[in-house]
């Protein structure tokens, strides 16, 4: 049992704890990191195994030590989910993930307005929780850059001050300046992704990706292998927290890492403040740290967990939790796939960045005409691996054959064998809308390694609005993929109405403390030395992955916190 | 990981395609025994490979080893060119996987064989290793569809896709983890393995990617990467 004394403890080192020890430490203070799972380095991720990394998931939370139960609605028996789509270890996420770095539309600040706006508030289903978030895209467009330079992106500008660019995003919200590093090259999948995307007058761009095309800040370049999803980077390439930010962080000469370590109480004192937090050693001790700001960064599920698990007589339904909002308005994207395949040529998709490899926005966010569509917001549709991987274990896991073709025996097993190296997966990744009763809470039933109550999701993207907008989007992909030139043209299954990646919501930010948890920079309404940073705060989800933004609230905050809150303290907004 | 020995494996190659064997030449026929020859294009002769019986798998017993590499190969078959589960050897893979990485399924492995083997029991008077391919299918498809009956715990349809994700796992799965043998898994799709470097040449390629070696994580194999 220790006990000691810091400025800022940080819960979790991945995409935002990174950002803020680094920060934070060059800003003077001294800061503890807490990590649950190690500190790997770039040489531990040589050679690539696809059994070890993605299909026994090493570098993912273990689902049956660590356990997130999800049920589809509140009458049915929650289960484990046996994929943990985020980070157990220093640089979280960032570490395996597909490295896809996107900047928000201006609209999918304010989609609840924007829809109004131009729809009318009776296209918002009724039950849904839409809100806008209580910043603009003008205010985090100088962190977003800031993300893009210090880590490391690799993109081609579409909309650069206002001025149209072809061969970027065009629909993307204007930028000061260009992506620090030029598009990754593209692989056989995207040039015929692009072409056909071109033929029915869309516009096809290489996604911008925080893999570094050249070399960069010392670091070396991509070498295209393929191993990007659920693998860590064997030349460190891939610009993860555990290659940028751990090593400024370390240079302050202020951060201390804590790994093997389980945050699981926030203290909080008869004032209402936070004192600090408690966590497991590696070795099981129970210790303590006390902290004038205490700064959750975990991903969503022990962000509401342990606001849940802190209550106190002053705060008996959770800390933070006064607006009764904590744990409400989950988001997750699902991924609606159409699969393509040549009978006449290779696509060799193992080859290159392997997660949505090329990008069209034509049908994302409100870039295109709802009116009459049955439904609002949209989707990015990409080019990737049938799971965002590419070797044949992956394939063998979720390349659908087409119908007719069976799952198993030798016609399968003659489908994979002529296939694998000739098909492509089209992917739509859905802004599913927040609704309240999309929920986090305590598992009754199960307990984690801990001994802690397992988080539960109740979750179901199955509804009506959703529903239409994936129908819509379907047929979107199987007109590009028969503009492609496919041979054949497929879907994939649809889920189950589990949560797909990406999820976000819990600890909704706003700028109202009745119904919102915290404000823009993550600090709690309630306790103003709490903050929550992270997807946990969106209040919508964009059809985008979520990892740049999170990242730009990160550098954000940092900001606020170092130039503001440590000369005042108190709140920010 | 430590690789099987030689001896090992072979003693669970011969459990698994002298499956009718194993069981005791005397209680099968030997029309279906030939019949199961021919339909997987095999070279082998029971009668010369009836284990000796004085050697055990990590996990499996003879009989439960005759059964999962039976399953493994009506999920992907082996044929002349299209290396199939007997040739990758996931019953190895398998094996090892139980005694390692996955000892909290072998309850699951257990009850789900007893179940499976009841099933074929009652269903055709006999063990699952001793019915034609056909037969096996039709028992393979009962299990996916959910239709078997007596299964608890496991569920049939459970049962059904852990072997088919095991099957994959030990076609696919790097040589290091007693599969994939001398990469016949990645040889039959056209997977080059874990290559460190793909030049702008080869992201421009049209056509099979045939550039030796094979990458693995021990080995490196000799021959062609590509299929056409």
Redesign the interface.
């Known amino acids: 049992m220790a006990t000691e004394k810091t400025d800022v403890v940080i819960v979790g080192m991945g995409a935002v704890g990174g950002i803020l020890a680094a920060e934070l430490g060059k800003a003077g203070m001294k800061v503890v990191g807490l990590e649950r799972g190690p500190r790997l380095t770039t040489a531990d991720f040589n050679p690539h195994d696809e059994l070890r990394y993605f299909q026994r998931q090493e570098l993912r939370p273990n689902w049956k030590r660590q356990p997130v139960t999800w049920r589809p609605n509140a009458s049915a028996t929650a289960h484990p989910m046996t994929i943990l789509n985020y980070g157990n270890q220093a640089g979280g996420g960032t570490v395996h993930y597909g490295t896809l770095s996107w900047r928000m539309h201006e609209d999918d600040f304010r989609a609840r307005s924007h829809t109004i706006e131009r729809y009318g508030a009776s296209v918002i289903p009724e039950d849904s929780s839409l809100a806008d978030w209580p910043l603009s895209y003008a205010d985090l467009e100088p962190f977003y850059d800031q993300a893009e330079y210090e880590l490391g992106v690799s993109g081609k500008a579409g909309n650069l001050q206002g001025k149209k660019i072809d061969g970027g995003n065009i629909f993307e919200a204007p930028r000061k300046r260009d992506y620090p590093l030029p598009p990754l090259l593209d692989d056989q999948s995207g040039v015929l992704f692009a072409e056909g995307a071109r033929k029915l007058g869309y516009h096809p761009f290489s996604s911008p990706r925080a893999i570094i095309s050249q070399p960069y800040h010392d670091r070396a370049s991509c070498t295209y292998c393929g191993f990007c999803q659920s693998f860590g980077c064997h030349v460190g390439a891939k610009s993860s927290i555990l290659v940028t930010k751990l090593p400024e962080a370390d240079a302050t000469g202020n951060f201390k890492l804590l790994t093997g370590t389980m945050c699981y109480h926030v203290k909080t004192d008869n004032s209402g403040r936070a004192t600090g937090v408690s966590y497991y050693g590696p070795d099981g001790s129970d210790n303590t740290i006390e902290a004038e700001i205490v700064i959750l960064s975990p991903f969503i599920y022990d962000n509401t967990r342990l606001l849940l698990l802190s209550k106190t007589d002053k705060f008996p339904n959770g800390l933070a939790n006064s607006s009764g909002q904590l744990g409400k308005h989950v988001m997750a994207h699902i991924m609606a796939k159409v699969f393509v395949a040549y009978d006449d040529r290779f696509v060799n998709i193992y080859m290159g960045p392997s997660a949505q490899k090329h990008t069209l926005d034509d049908f994302n966010a409100d870039n295109f005409d709802h009116k009459g569509v049955g439904f609002i917001r949209g989707a990015q549709i990409s080019v990737s691996p049938a799971d965002l991987e590419a070797g044949p274990i992956g394939t063998a896991m979720s390349l659908d054959p087409p119908p007719g073709t069976p799952k198993w025996g030798a016609a399968y097993r003659d489908f994979l064998a002529k296939y694998f190296t000739r098909y492509a997966a089209l992917n739509a990744q859905t802004e599913n809308l927040a609704y309240a009763d999309q929920t986090i809470d305590l598992d009754p039933n199960l307990r984690d390694q801990y001994c802690m109550p397992a988080p539960r999701v109740t979750y179901d993207w199955r509804r009506p609005n959703e529903r239409a907008r994936v129908e819509f989007l379907m047929q979107k992909m199987e007109g590009i993929g028969h503009a492609m030139g496919a041979t054949k043209v497929w879907r994939g299954a649809l889920s189950p109405g589990v949560p797909g990646a990406h999820h976000e919501g819990g600890t909704r930010m706003g700028s109202d403390p009745k119904t919102s948890v915290v404000n823009r920079y993550g600090q709690t309404w309630d306790i103003p030395n709490l903050f929550v940073i992270g997807s946990s705060t969106f209040p919508s989800m964009s059809g985008f992955n979520p990892t740049l933004t999170i990242q730009a609230l990160a550098y954000m905050s940092a900001d606020a916190i170092a130039k503001r809150y440590k000369n005042k303290p108190g709140p920010l907004v | 990981m430590a690789k099987h020995d030689a001896s090992r494996r072979e003693f669970l190659v011969r459990a698994a395609v002298g499956a009718g064997a194993a069981a005791g030449a005397g209680l099968v026929p030997d029309a279906i025994a030939q019949n199961h020859e021919q339909m997987e294009g095999g070279a082998a002769t029971p009668g010369a490979q009836h284990p000796s019986g004085s050697e055990h798998g990590a996990f499996f017993n003879h009989a439960d080893a005759a059964m999962i590499a039976a399953f493994t190969e009506?999920?992907?078959?082996s044929?002349p060119g299209?290396p199939?589960a007997r040739d990758a050897d996931v019953l190895n893979y398998i094996d090892l996987a139980l005694a390692g990485?996955y000892a909290?399924l072998q309850d699951f492995y257990r009850r789900g064989l007893a179940s499976l083997d009841a099933y074929c029991r009652a269903t055709y008077k006999e063990s699952f290793v001793h019915l034609t391919p056909e037969r096996q299918?039709e028992v393979?498809t009962a299990l996916?569809e959910g239709k078997a009956t007596g299964f608890t715990y496991p569920t049939s349809r459970e049962f059904f896709n852990i072997l088919?994700?095991h099957?994959?796992?030990g076609?696919?799965?790097?040589p290091l983890?007693g599969g994939n043998k001398d990469f016949s898994?990645?040889r039959?799709?056209?997977?080059?393995g874990?290559?460190?470097?793909?030049?702008?040449t080869?992201?421009?390629?049209?056509?099979?990617?045939t550039r030796e070696p094979m990458?693995g994580?021990q080995t490196i194999a000799k021959g062609p990467a590509?299929?056409g």
């Open positions: 009506r999920i992907m078959p044929a299209k199939g990485a909290e299918d393979l996916e088919r994700t099957t994959m796992e076609m696919f799965a790097d983890y898994g990645w039959l799709v056209g997977f080059p874990a290559q460190a470097v793909f030049t702008p080869d992201l421009q390629n049209k056509q099979a990617f990458v994580l590509g299929r």
